[in-house]
């Protein structure tokens, strides 16, 4: 007698999900055994162990409790293909290498199932992801059976694409990542009353943080290119984590040592962007691209309205240290996550399924990692230079904004600092807001088959001509009201970069998109310190109107070479 199929050819695919059940009956094979093939698999099971005890009392053979599935005798290899195709796309968390009937091994996929082997169960009641499952055999005359099974929905999370999975871990790592950089700047005014510190000093400590930062841009896009984008992001947090959470024995130590605490916090974050942008251009295909980008960069953003908004209540509260104590912290459990759920790529993620790897694979990359680095044929190509340029000119404006803001908003607008401080965080909120919609028309575009050049042309015009007219349109209104909004205005049009030159370096050269955003990245670093610098400067000898007009300048030398001379084509291999 042989236990009737659980899974049919025709609706196995139909009953996954459907929580209807499901009944067939079939006749003894002739010359097989009697009993049913238990499938094991080399990590999980489906069955409890709860379920194991029970199925050992009704079970008249032997066998080793930890199957996870069950395909009844058949030697039809037609029909257990036809199971095999929807069981692997259904059940990605098994890691089997092959289907077989008692008569025949199916050769499937790699990483499929282990063995076989024959157990008797009369009726067993099985859990399996939460999920309840009934088998019964319904007649034990030889010649015929029958079995029911009967599935709920799987939860949500269990059907959540991977791809995506990573994107919001690194999302996640952006948010501490600017969280972890902003609350200096609250902190900053107790520490400066404790310890003393003149506006020179503070000047120092911020500025301190850049020293490591520059440093680790370029090495940090090679490191990750050569050895993978999850070791360096992981060691990028875990690395400014500690040193967030050593800031305020640092601070009491002394100077010398903040400032050596606070540039090694920028050896940390200095990694990130470029490790990011390594990992995301090998499980992204370009449909979506644009979308993740914009998702993990409007990370930063919220990371600064998080902590611009909580570190007050928390200096408040607990005093100035509790700030780089409860933000730092929070890396070790980010970092846990990243363990068990990131890969460097989609070929060494062993609970992916074949479908998304399919998709995956098919619109990014799939070689191993660079061994060496072509410097000579990378800054040979005018794409390359057109997103250097660019990266300055647009950093430029940007920081700009973002330093002289409560500034502007003080001498100009004349309001308070707590005002200042309120509306120092709406830019943030709408660039956040605006990234992923421009991440969403850019990807929209590319789908309905717009030229990936046209679309980045597109977007990151929007983002250098956008702020560039709000700027110039400051100098014509004449309520505080409109100044906020023309502010706000620029920055949201300046966030549609994230789908411009910020997803291009994945674009051009995918192998070295690492190495490519720490060069273009470098430039930007040095526009925001020199632009900063070179404001006081201005203000000093001029007005607020030259300010914008320099930014206005460089925003439209970037629309030209932008222009002229990228691309989103592949040119590096």
């Known amino acids: 007698m042989a236990i009737g199929s659980l899974i049919s050819s025709r609706n196995f695919g139909s009953i996954i999900g459907s929580g209807k059940v499901y009944e067939q009956s079939t006749s003894q094979l002739k010359g097989e055994r009697p009993g049913i093939v238990a499938t094991r698999f080399s990590h999980g099971n489906i069955f409890d162990r709860k379920c194991y005890s029970r199925m050992a009392i009704s079970s008249t053979s032997g066998f080793s409790c930890s199957p996870v599935l069950r395909v009844t005798n058949h030697s039809d290899e037609k029909a257990l293909k036809s199971v095999a195709v929807p069981l692997q796309r259904s059940l990605r968390k098994c890691n089997c290498s092959s289907f077989a009937s008692v008569a025949n091994w199916l050769h499937l996929s790699k990483g499929q199932c282990q063995h076989f082997e024959y157990v008797k169960v009369n009726r067993i009641r099985a859990n399996y992801k939460s999920e309840e499952y009934d088998i019964t055999e319904a007649a034990v005359a030889e010649g015929s059976s029958e079995a029911v099974l009967v599935e709920r929905n799987l939860p949500w999370w269990e059907e959540f694409p991977r791809r995506w999975g990573i994107v919001l871990l690194c999302f996640m790592a952006f948010l501490l990542c600017n969280m972890d950089r902003v609350n200096m700047s609250i902190a900053i005014l107790p520490?400066?009353?404790?310890?003393?510190?003149?506006?020179?000093?503070?000047?120092?400590?911020?500025?301190?943080?850049?020293?490591?930062?520059?440093?680790?841009?370029?090495?940090?896009?090679?490191?990750?290119?050569?050895?993978?984008?999850?070791?360096?992001?992981?060691?990028?947090?875990?690395?400014?984590?500690?040193?967030?959470?050593?800031?305020?024995?640092?601070?009491?130590?002394?100077?010398?040592?903040?400032?050596?605490?606070?540039?090694?916090?920028?050896?940390?974050?200095?990694?990130?962007?470029?490790?990011?942008?390594?990992?995301?251009?090998?499980?992204?295909?370009?449909?979506?691209?644009?979308?993740?980008?914009?998702?993990?960069?409007?990370?930063?953003?919220?990371?600064?309205?998080?902590?611009?908004?909580v570190s007050p209540i928390l200096i408040h509260k607990f005093g100035w240290p509790s700030v780089f104590y409860s933000f730092g912290s929070l890396g070790s459990i980010w970092f846990v996550l990243w363990l068990r759920k990131a890969y460097s790529s989609p070929n060494d993620d062993p609970e992916l399924s074949i479908q998304e790897k399919k998709l995956i694979l098919g619109g990014s990359v799939s070689k191993e990692p660079v061994s060496v680095i072509p410097w000579k044929l990378i800054l040979s190509k005018a794409p390359v230079w057109a997103l250097i340029i660019s990266h300055f000119c647009h950093n430029w404006g940007t920081f700009i904004l973002l330093t002289w803001m409560p500034t502007y908003y003080n001498q100009v607008l004349k309001f308070n600092l707590t005002e200042s401080g309120l509306f120092c965080v709406l830019p943030w909120l709408t660039m956040a807001f605006f990234a992923n919609l421009g991440g969403w028309i850019a990807d929209t575009l590319v789908s309905r088959g717009f030229s990936i050049t046209n679309v980045r042309k597109i977007m990151q015009s929007i983002g250098f001509l956008g702020p560039a007219f709000f700027l110039t349109q400051l100098s014509h209104v004449k309520t505080p009201a409109m100044a906020v909004l023309c502010m706000a205005c620029s920055q949201g049009s300046d966030a549609f970069s994230q789908s411009g030159l910020y997803s291009n370096h994945q674009d051009i050269g995918p192998r070295y998109a690492g190495v490519l955003l720490g060069l273009s990245n470098t430039a930007g670093v040095l526009a925001g310190v020199f632009g900063t610098a070179a404001t006081g400067y201005i203000l000093q000898r001029g007005s607020w109107d030259d300010v914008f007009k320099v930014a206005v300048a460089l925003y439209i030398i970037g629309t030209l070479v932008w222009n002229l001379f990228s691309t989103g084509e592949k040119i590096l291999d």
């Open 191 to 309: 520490m400066s009353q404790e310890f003393n510190w003149n506006s020179a000093t503070v000047g120092l400590i911020q500025s301190s943080f850049f020293w490591g930062y520059l440093m680790t841009q370029i090495l940090g896009g090679i490191w990750a290119d050569k050895i993978g984008g999850k070791v360096v992001l992981g060691f990028g947090v875990v690395w400014w984590s500690i040193a967030t959470v050593l800031t305020p024995l640092a601070a009491k130590l002394g100077l010398p040592f903040l400032l050596m605490m606070r540039a090694f916090m920028g050896i940390g974050e200095g990694v990130a962007m470029p490790a990011m942008n390594n990992i995301l251009s090998k499980w992204i295909p370009v449909s979506e691209r644009s979308r993740s980008l914009a998702l993990v960069y409007s990370g930063m953003y919220l990371g600064s309205v998080t902590g611009l908004a």
